[in-house]
């Protein structure tokens, strides 16, 4: 019995630790799981490039309203161009070598472009399939030289936050080797600035509101067909994406609620001083898989 009772402390003592290891443990799964849980943190990312495709709408729009289409769109015979197998070759040749010629420029003149050339790349990039044809997008061309002033001014003092506060190091660091911050005179000298805004949704006859399907990836593919357009053109450009600008622009230029900022892009001819950092394109065995 008195060894026992000399044996007590000890085993509570034992059986103290393990309790504590074993709650230890639990926690321990508990925060992995709750970390499993929880989508990576990244500050840099905006709100308005983000796609809405798998959030459903408001119930309002209803669940099998029929959404404004015509029920039923007339078919015609499709009338296809057809090369010979050496002109197919050429053709598809000459315009890589034209494409493979752009280049992101950040040094445009103020020298002016004919209207209509703008008029005609935006048709172009109008031409781009989209879900369902809800051609969910809007060009914004902005010429006047206030509103350029004003978009500077917005879109510079979120990079400046963007660079200094929101991107992280590694971001900061592999644009240093292009030479970019957030100084952006092009959009003050660039004759034309297109904004190029996705709609998450539209409306109705009713008012109520319209699904678009895959609209980001809609608009995105717009925005490519925007790019071959201009360099077909003549015309240089720099793809840019002002970070958390989107609120601020889309109030400044009165578009509504429903239009998210994509993509802005200077518009012009490039200076005679012009310089792009001399970069290479992968060659196509690594880009292309045949099975």
């Known amino acids: 019995m008195a060894l026992f009772s000399s044996l007590t402390p000890v085993f509570i003592a034992i059986i103290c630790i393990l309790i504590g290891v074993i709650l230890k443990k639990t926690n321990g799964e508990k925060e992995k799981r709750d970390t499993k849980s929880k989508p990576p943190s990244h500050p840099w990312v905006d709100e308005d490039l983000k796609d809405g495709t798998d959030h459903p709408l408001e119930e309002e729009e209803g669940d099998e309203e029929w959404q404004g289409l015509e029920e039923n769109v007339a078919h015609v015979p499709f009338t296809a161009e057809r090369y010979s197998e050496a002109e197919m070759i050429k053709r598809s040749?000459?315009?890589?070598?034209?494409?493979?010629?752009?280049?992101?420029?950040?040094?445009?003149?103020?020298?002016?472009v004919p209207r209509?050339?703008?008029?005609?790349?935006?048709?172009?990039?109008?031409?781009?399939?989209?879900?369902?044809?809800?051609?969910?997008?809007?060009?914004?061309?902005?010429?006047?030289p206030y509103l350029k002033r004003k978009i500077r001014e917005i879109v510079e003092e979120e990079e400046e936050i963007n660079y200094k506060k929101r991107m992280g190091d590694r971001w900061v660091n592999d644009l240093k080797r292009l030479r970019t911050?957030?100084?952006?005179?092009?959009?003050?000298?660039?004759?034309?600035?297109?904004?190029?805004?996705?709609?998450?949704?539209?409306?109705?006859?009713?008012?109520?509101?319209?699904?678009?399907?895959?609209?980001?990836?809609?608009?995105?593919?717009?925005?490519?067909?925007?790019?071959?357009?201009?360099?077909?053109?003549?015309?240089?450009?720099?793809?840019?994406?002002?970070?958390?600008?989107?609120?601020?622009?889309?109030?400044?230029?009165?578009?509504?609620?429903?239009?998210?900022?994509?993509?802005?892009?200077?518009?012009?001819?490039?200076?005679?001083?012009?310089?792009?950092?001399?970069?290479?394109?992968k060659p196509l065995e690594d880009i292309m898989v045949v099975m």
């Open 181 to 281: 911050n957030w100084i952006k005179e092009y959009l003050d000298t660039a004759p034309y600035l297109i904004l190029i805004f996705k709609q998450v949704y539209g409306r109705l006859p009713n008012g109520k509101k319209k699904t678009h399907y895959y609209n980001e990836i809609s608009v995105s593919i717009a925005c490519g067909i925007l790019l071959a357009a201009l360099q077909n053109a003549g015309l240089y450009t720099v793809t840019s994406t002002p970070l958390n600008c989107g609120p601020q622009l889309r109030e400044l230029l009165q578009r509504p609620a429903n239009e998210k900022l994509l993509l802005l892009l200077p518009v012009g001819y490039p200076k005679k001083e012009a310089t792009v950092p001399a970069l290479t394109r």
């Open 116 to 144: 209509e050339v703008i008029d005609n790349v935006i048709r172009t990039a109008g031409t781009s399939p989209s879900g369902a044809h809800t051609e969910p997008w809007t060009f914004v061309v902005v010429q006047d």
């Open 93 to 112: 040749q000459t315009f890589y070598e034209l494409l493979n010629k752009r280049r992101s420029v950040r040094f445009l003149s103020d020298e002016p």
